[in-house]
Nanobody, 126 residues
Framework: QVQLVESGGGLVQAGGSLRLSCAASGRTFSGYAMGWFRRAPGKEREFLASITWSTGRTYYVDYVKGRFTISRDNAKNTVYLQMNSLRPEDTAVYYC???????????????????WGQGTQVTVSS
């Protein structure tokens, strides 16, 4: 059974940093891509970044480029999201997701991901 467990959320002041982790278990993820999404209060869940397990190919949505960095540690089966220069509008629940058909790339579309974590809350105070 695939399990994704996020951690690392919390309360941070504007301008600060957090690193989120997503521990994946339950199968071999070599052909998968992993994505980070978030859902702010009153908004839809939105894509942030993705990375392929095998090649490390990354993709970012424009509004987090330069501030957020996605990475993975294959030995630990863990994906990270380093978030810098945080803003109050980054306040949201952050989710990681796994896409089975993801050897070459991740995806912007949440419907293409097969597994989801429970989420971790990030709150940025002004």
């Amino acid at each position: 059974q695939v399990q994704l467990v996020e951690s690392g959320g919390g309360l941070v002041q504007a301008g600060g940093s957090l690193r989120l982790s997503c521990a994946a278990s339950g199968r071999t993820f070599s052909g998968y891509a992993m994505g980070w999404f978030r859902r702010a209060p009153g908004k839809e869940r939105e894509f942030l970044a993705s990375i392929t397990w095998s090649t490390g190919r990354t993709y970012y949505v424009d509004y987090v480029k330069g501030r957020f960095t996605i990475s993975r540690d294959n030995a630990k089966n863990t994906v990270y999201l380093q978030m810098n220069s945080l803003r109050p509008e980054d306040t949201a629940v952050y989710y990681c997701a796994a896409k089975s058909d993801g050897y070459y790339s991740g995806s912007y579309y949440r419907s293409t991901y097969d597994y989801w974590g429970q989420g971790t809350q990030v709150t940025v105070s002004s």
